[in-house]
């Protein structure tokens, strides 16, 4: 690693250090235990500790969620509401292996893993090839019906026992989050990070750079020799082996799957948090899902005595999330990163050239 990599990405370095130390760092602080409390052979997950790590695992699938969706939307300039789809597909296709298959449990998951990141990539490509000559709010329509098609689809469907769903019972204890959840932690941690290193390097890629003309302007991308349906479909199926990804982690934390994966809110969830964050940037979509999880976790639990009445956050949550999102919107119209990058952009100093330098930008321009 370069001087210049370090000096460009200090930030995210110090940032994935305290996520590999935090499950002990709370630890200390709250003399728990990062691995629970031992109940004769068992581990029983109790304690701050690990309670905050369950906070942090969904904060990882979250992230997961709306750093795919920001390549979708925000990269690419595709505004889908269908999102909902993939991640519970991936899910439901994790719990059908680990409870319907003979195989071992190690195997299962990766069986599981394998299908369900390929399938829900080829149901992405065959709902691009389908629809993505759609544009705006008509392909939004679009997704929004195949998404609540699959809803009811799963929700009915007696090998998933429809409404009711199925708990999942053969996870390995190794990686179960009910009796070893630091595993699971650095598990959440390591496929967060991958996503997010993998859509930095694409989207710095010349892939990439076609992508963001897709955003700015189809038809001129089109016109200067750019398939840009071709490149649109990466992206969508990228994006929906991503939200598969989080489906199977959010599965695998909660054991247990249901028609609610599929539910819309986990589609407006990643896009609020790419609009908060700031669409079309890397940290923005992990700003958001930070800033609105940690809120979640921290302000539902709070109660308020207003003139002898006691105001409990969870039963306004909803209204509360409304006001945050308009107060965000009013105050930073790109988003949180969006605004700060714009800002930053004004107080950099114009570049002056000189007598001095003029003979070399001549040279360069020969």
Known sequence: MTKRTLRENWLY????????????????????????????????????????????????????MAMSYNLLFGFTGVLSFGHALFFGMGGYILGLALEYTNISDPLAILVGVILGIGLCGLLGLLIGIVSLRLRGV????????????????????????????????????????????LVFYYIALCCFVMVFLFIRRLVNSPTGAVLKAVRENE????????????????????????????????????????????????????????IIGGIGTFTGPVIGATGLHLLDTILREATFQIGGVTLVIADIWGLLLGVIFILVVLIFPQGVIGTWQRLRGRRRKPIVVTQQNQPRIEEAKT
């Open 13 to 64: 370095l110090v940032i994935l250090i305290f996520l590999l130390v935090f499950p002990y760092i709370v630890g200390l602080l709250t003399e728990s235990s990062p691995l629970g409390v031992a109940r004769g052979d068992r581990m029983i997950m109790r304690g701050e500790s690990v309670r905050w790590q369950a906070v942090f695992i969904e904060l990882f699938i979250l992230a997961i």
């Open 138 to 181: 008509y392909f939004a329509i679009f997704t929004l019906a195949v998404a609540e098609m699959g809803f009811i689809f799963f929700g009915r469907l007696q090998l998933t026992r429809a409404e009711d769903g199925f708990a999942i019972t053969s996870l390995p204890t190794w990686i179960d989050p009910s009796q070893n959840r």
């Open 219 to 274: 038809d001129r991308a089109q016109s200067i020799g750019y398939d840009t349906l071709r490149y649109k479909l990466i992206a969508i199926t990228i994006a929906g082996m991503m939200a598969a990804l989080a489906g199977m982690l959010q599965v695998m934390l909660n054991k247990k799957v249901g028609p609610e994966l599929l539910a819309v809110g986990n589609t407006v969830d990643p896009l609020l948090m790419t």
